[in-house]
Nanobody
Framework: QVQLVESGGGLVQPGGSLRLSCATS????????MGWFRQAPGKEREFVAR????????VYAESVKGRFTISRDNGENTVYLQMNSLKPEDTAVYYC????????????????WGQGTQVTVSS
């Protein structure tokens, strides 16, 4: 049974930082591209960042470029999202996703999803 479990969300002031983790089990982690997505209330789920199965290719959404860093540890079967200089508009539920075939920004192309972790940026 494949499981993706996000952690590390919480309440942070504008300008602060959080580090999200997504621990996986039940899949060959190094064979999967990994992505982070987010969904704010009343909005569609949107792409945040993705990392190639080997970690060699990384893509970010324009809205987070320069502030967020995605990384993975294939030995620990975990993907991370370091979020710095957080803004109120970053408030959302953040999801990690695993995709076997396509390396893409499209949420529909990912095979497995976590349950999400809430990030709230507010003073």
């Amino acid at each position: 049974q494949v499981q993706l479990v996000e952690s590390g969300g919480g309440l942070v002031q504008p300008g602060g930082s959080l580090r999200l983790s997504c621990a996986t089990s039940g899949l060959t982690f190094s064979s999967y591209h990994m992505g982070w997505f987010r969904q704010a209330p009343g909005k569609e789920r949107e792409f945040v960042a993705r990392i190639f199965r080997s970690g060699g290719i990384i893509v970010y959404a324009e809205s987070v470029k320069g502030r967020f860093t995605i990384s993975r540890d294939n030995g620990e079967n975990t993907v991370y999202l370091q979020m710095n200089s957080l803004k109120p508009e970053d408030t959302a539920v953040y999801y990690c996703a695993a995709g076997r075939i396509y390396y893409t920004n499209s949420a529909g192309q990912y095979d497995y999803w976590g349950q999400g972790t809430q990030v709230t940026v507010s003073s």
